[in-house]
Nanobody, 123 residues
Framework: QVQVVESGGGLVQAGGSLRLSCAAS????????MGWYRQAPGNQRELVGA???????NYADSVKGRFTISRDNTKNTVYLQMNSLAPEDTAVYYC?????????????????WGQGTQVTVSS
C-alpha cells in the first residue's frame, strides 16, 4: 500500500505565506504526477496545481503567480509554497499522487489521497 501524509497547514494573516509538504511512502516503484487540491466549505474540491515527474507544472488561474509547486523525487515529496495568501485561499488542502507500484514482476498504478491539512487565512 501507499501512504500520503501532508503537513504545514495552519493559520496565517492575509498577505502571509505558508509551505505545505506531502510525503508518499510504501510500495512505490515510481511516482508520476503529484498534485495539490483544495476544498472550501460548501465548495467542490478543486485543483490548485500539479507537477509531473519531469518537473512540468500547471496551476489554477486563481493561484498563478502566488503559489509554486516543487518536488523532491529522492524523498517522494511534493511542496506547495503559498505566498500573498488571501482569505479566499482558506480551505482544506489535499495532496494527490499517481504511483506505480510493483509486486514481483507485476506492475500496477494507483491514485492516492492524503488526509488533508487545514489552511486558514484571516483578513
Amino acid at each position: 500500500q501507499v501512504q500520503v501524509v501532508e503537513s504545514g497547514g495552519g493559520l496565517v494573516q492575509a498577505g502571509g505565506s505558508l509551505r505545505l509538504s506531502c510525503a508518499a511512502s510504501g510500495r512505490i516503484f515510481s511516482i508520476n504526477a503529484m498534485g495539490w487540491y483544495r476544498q472550501a466549505p460548501g465548495n467542490q474540491r478543486e485543483l490548485v496545481g500539479a507537477i509531473t515527474s519531469g518537473g512540468s507544472t500547471n496551476y489554477a488561474d486563481s493561484v498563478k503567480g502566488r503559489f509554486t509547486i516543487s518536488r523532491d523525487n529522492t524523498k517522494n515529496t511534493v511542496y506547495l509554497q503559498m505566498n500573498s495568501l488571501a482569505p479566499e485561499d482558506t480551505a482544506v488542502y489535499y495532496c494527490n499522487v499517481d504511483v506505480m507500484s510493483s509486486s514481483g514482476s507485476y506492475y500496477y498504478t494507483g491514485n492516492y489521497w492524503g488526509q488533508g491539512t487545514q489552511v486558514t487565512v484571516s483578513s
